[in-house]
Nanobody, 118 residues
Framework: QVQLVESGGGLVQAGGSLRLSCAASGNIFSIAAMGWYRQAPGKQRELVAV???????NYAGSVKGRFTISRDNAKNTVYLQMNSLKPEDTAVYYC????????????WGQGTQVTVSS
């Protein structure tokens, strides 16, 4: 089992910045990749950014160049630095961890609200 706890959401004006944190605990050595998803009202949940155990990263086209995902292995924490925020970035952001195996397991955090005002 893996537990994920997010923090760092809030209200910010367009053009501002926020940093989200996701602290992982439990059987973290089984995790192959962690990432951030978001879900806006009335929309499907979408991938924002992902970082693998080997530190490879991938971003949604809409956030590339503005968001940066990183990890601190000593703290078992993944971060999402969000710069130049836009109103369309408003959503609930979820931390995600992927555990590969005979049956893949996906873990989710409780979500943190990010609201960008125009």
């Amino acid at each position: 089992q893996v537990q994920l706890v997010e923090s760092g959401g809030g209200l910010v004006q367009a053009g501002g910045s926020l940093r989200l944190s996701c602290a992982a605990s439990g059987n973290i050595f089984s995790i192959a990749a962690m990432g951030w998803y978001r879900q806006a009202p009335g929309k499907q949940r979408e991938l924002v950014a992902v970082i693998t155990r080997g530190d490879s990263t991938n971003y949604a086209g809409s956030v590339k160049g503005r968001f940066t995902i990183s990890r601190d292995n000593a703290k078992n924490t993944v971060y999402l630095q969000m710069n130049s925020l836009k109103p369309e970035d408003t959503a609930v952001y979820y931390c995600h961890a992927h555990q590969p195996g005979g049956v893949d397991i996906n873990y989710w955090g409780q979500g943190t609200q990010v609201t960008v005002s125009s």
